[in-house]
Nanobody
Framework: QLQLAESGGGLVQPGESLELSCVAS????????MAWFRQSPGKDREFVAG????????RYADSVQGRFTIDRDNRENTIYLQMSNLKPEDTAVYYC??????????????WGQGTQVTVSS
C-alpha cells in the first residue's frame, strides 16, 4: 500500500509561481495512475491534474490548463505540480492521490495529508 506525503505549499501573491511535491513510499508507485486534487472551503474536492504511470500522458482541469504542469519521477517516487500565474481562486488544500479510473478521473483509496496553497495580495 502506498503512502503519500505532499510538501511545497505556502502563501504567494497573484501571478507568482509555486511547486508542490508528493513523495510516495511503496513499491507500486511506478505502476500507479497519479493525480492532484484540491479543495477550497465550502466546496467539493476537485480534480486538478493527472498523469499516467509512464508519464507521457497528462490531463488537466480547464481552470488550470496552460498554467499548471504535472510531472513525475519514478526513480524518486515523486510527483510534482508546477503552478504558475496563480490566482486567488487557486487557494485550496492540495492533495496528491492515486486514480482508480483514468477515463472518469475517479480517485483511488490512497491520499496524502494535503498542503495549503494561499494566493493573496
Amino acid at each position: 500500500q502506498l503512502q503519500l506525503a505532499e510538501s511545497g505549499g505556502g502563501l504567494v501573491q497573484p501571478g507568482e509561481s509555486l511547486e508542490l511535491s508528493c513523495v510516495a513510499s511503496g513499491s507500486t508507485f511506478s505502476r500507479a495512475l497519479m493525480a492532484w486534487f484540491r479543495q477550497s472551503p465550502g466546496k467539493d474536492r476537485e480534480f486538478v491534474a493527472g498523469i499516467v504511470p509512464e508519464g507521457h500522458i497528462r490531463r488537466y482541469a480547464d481552470s488550470v490548463q496552460g498554467r499548471f504542469t504535472i510531472d513525475r519521477d519514478n526513480r524518486e517516487n515523486t510527483i510534482y505540480l508546477q503552478m504558475s500565474n496563480l490566482k486567488p481562486e487557486d487557494t485550496a488544500v492540495y492533495y496528491c492521490a492515486t486514480l482508480s479510473n483514468w477515463a472518469r478521473l475517479i480517485p483511488g483509496d490512497v491520499w496524502g495529508q494535503g498542503t495549503q496553497v494561499t494566493v493573496s495580495s
